[in-house]
């Protein structure tokens, strides 16, 4: 069973120790592939944070499957 986390904001990590991770990849293939800019608003403790990591992530080439 994989663990949740509450406070982890890397992706990276988050995979490699089996941490559950909601796949927002049709997202950033949409953020990617579009010319404009995005603001992320969502409320507090709501993912930003790890979604702009993921992000960071995918361009270095990190990005690792299940």
Request: hydrophobic content about 35%; some cysteine.
């Amino acid at each position: 069973m994989k663990k949740l986390s509450i406070s982890i904001s890397d992706f990276e990590k988050m995979r490699t120790n089996n941490y559950l991770y909601v796949d927002k990849t049709k997202f950033l293939a949409k953020i990617v592939s579009k010319d404009t800019y995005y603001f992320l608003y969502r409320p507090r403790c709501f993912g930003k944070t790890l979604f702009v990591d993921t992000l960071e992530k995918f361009y270095q080439g990190k990005m690792l499957c299940s």
